[in-house]
């Protein structure tokens, strides 16, 4: 049973972010979608 969970989050597609597109370096389950980069611009503005 744990394999096919840990088989099904393999193969999940790699995540991007949700403003420029660019493919988030984290875990795929994870809850964010908006990467560092944008996260940073959203802050320092």
Do not use: S, T, W
């Not at 193969?11 to 370096?25: H, M, R, S, T, V």
């Amino acid at each position: 049973m744990l394999g096919k969970v840990l088989e099904f989050f393999k193969n999940l597609p790699p995540k991007k972010c949700a403003q420029c597109g660019k493919e988030i370096e984290e875990q795929h389950e994870c809850y964010g979608n908006v990467c560092e980069d944008c996260l940073g611009a959203a802050y320092h503005r």
